[in-house]
């Protein structure tokens, strides 16, 4: 039995691990170790409520700080790991040596950077807290024009936020409509048609070939050859998981910390959240989940796992997430393919309120919904039962 539980990263799926144990019982010492400076805080409210001024940062605060103090952490905040090795259980934290007993990896993901933006003024990714509020900050200085580079839910959220303060925005999309290689061009062209109404000058099909500019940007460069002038630029195209720090542990790294069914990485080291890439049975492949739900779940799933010779169950959740953007709650469970069948099942694509099911082979795969929130989580339910196409298409026929 392991007396003593390292995490490393100190943020959503980090924190709900070392909850887990506590509730659990617990009683070893935990070090909680993270290289921001902030007490763990929530991401989603920096591309919606933070961003738009509506909250200010403490309310992100992932637990608040008197029940933060019962959990008894050795909370090292500003603090790095920099290097593992799993054979002699060492781990380095700004250069220093410790060893460890049980591990849990938990340093999540970095944005993608647009090459030639380095060190230019006016230009953002936004992962962080202090990314939001330079980010904000920036919105507030009334900019021309605000310039997003990607129409992920990140890049559609900012649009939508900065809309919303009133700021002339462009949103640039390298696919047919938003966010297509998740939900498809179906649904992609209905979340377009929320975007055009609200204001937002939606570009598709189109990438950016430059960016004009010395110290601050200028200008981006389309490859329809279009030149469109800001002052600010947010580049949301994408993240990396943050695995650099383990080259050379020992483990195996292949677009984030491959894990067995089980959240295992090697003896005596989990790895969870964005950063984790495991074997999910229910789908039968390696799977790394950048969402909110998944790191609530595996947190403390893979800090459990620490503790027992061998869990009751592998971790097989169907991965769900949502995003805000204008008044539209957008939410999304199970996992869709290109190739699925796409059938509208509730409500109405033109009113912009309707649930759609994806589904090949005779089940159904995944469960789209657009202000529609009850009807995916009996959606979800469904896809974690296995349901067929059939099955689930009786149980939304009766759906008012
Ligand atoms: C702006 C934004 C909005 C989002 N909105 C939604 C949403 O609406 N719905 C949804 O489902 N999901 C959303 N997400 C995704 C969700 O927030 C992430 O899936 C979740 O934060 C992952 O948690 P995590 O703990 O795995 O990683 P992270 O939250 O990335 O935390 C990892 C932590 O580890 C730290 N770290 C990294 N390397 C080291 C190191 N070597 N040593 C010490 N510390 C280190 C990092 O600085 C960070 O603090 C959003 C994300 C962002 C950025």
């Known amino acids: 039995m392991r007396k003593s539980i390292t995490i490393v990263g100190a943020s959503l799926a980090g924190l709900r691990g070392a909850e887990a144990l506590r ?12 290289d921001e400076p902030h007490a763990p805080y929530d991401r989603p409210p920096l591309s919606k409520k933070i961003l738009a ?6 309310r992100a605060a992932l637990t608040p700080a008197e029940r933060f103090a019962d959990l008894n952490l050795d909370l090292r905040l500003g ?16 250069g220093e040596p410790e060893a460890y007993q049980g591990l849990l990896i938990a340093t999540g993901a970095r944005c993608r950077t647009l090459p030639g933006t380095e060190g230019m003024n006016g230009v953002h990714t936004l992962r962080s807290l202090n990314d939001c509020l330079a980010i904000r900050t920036a919105l507030e200085a009334g900019p021309r024009r605000l310039v997003v580079v990607g129409a992920g839910f990140i890049g559609a959220e900012v649009a939508a936020t900065a809309v ?59 490859t329809d050859g279009t030149i469109i002038e800001t002052d ?111 059938q509208i099942v509730n409500g109405s694509i033109e009113e912009h309120r309707f649930a759609a099911f994806y589904g090949s082979h005779g089940k159904l795969r995944a469960v789209f919904g657009m202000n529609r929130p009850r009807q995916v989580m009996q959606g979800k339910n469904l896809l974690a039962q296995g349901a067929s196409w059939q099955e689930a298409l009786a149980v939304a026929a009766a759906w008012e």
């Open 23 to 34: 509730r659990d019982g617990f009683n070893g010492p935990i070090s909680l170790i993270g």
């Open 164 to 222: 919303g303060r009133g700021v002339p925005t462009t949103l640039i999309e390298s696919l047919a409509a938003p966010l297509e290689r998740v939900v498809g061009n179906m649904v992609g062209e209905v979340v377009a048609e929320v975007h055009r109404s609200n204001g937002v000058d939606l570009r598709c099909g189109v990438g950016v070939t430059a960016v004009h500019g010395r110290e601050q940007i200028e200008a981006v460069e389309l």
């Open 53 to 58: 001024g509506d909250w200010e940062a403490d």
């Open 232 to 342: 600010l630029l947010v580049v949301g195209i994408g993240v990396l998981p943050n695995t650099e720090w383990l080259e050379g542990s020992g483990l195996t790294i292949e677009n984030g910390v491959v894990c067995d069914e089980t959240c295992l990485a090697a003896p005596g080291v989990t790895a969870a959240g964005d950063v984790a890439r495991w074997l999910n049975q229910r789908y039968g492949e390696l799977m790394r989940v950048e969402h909110w739900d998944n790191a609530v779940e595996q947190g403390p799933y893979a800090a459990r796992r620490l503790l027992v010779d061998q869990p009751a169950d592998p971790f097989t959740p169907v991965p769900w997430f949502w995003s805000d953007q204008f008044d539209r709650k957008i939410q999304l469970a199970g996992r869709p393919s290109p190739d699925d069948e796409v």
């Open 79 to 94: 603090s790095r790991a920099t290097k593992l090795n799993v054979d002699s259980q060492t781990l380095w934290v700004d």
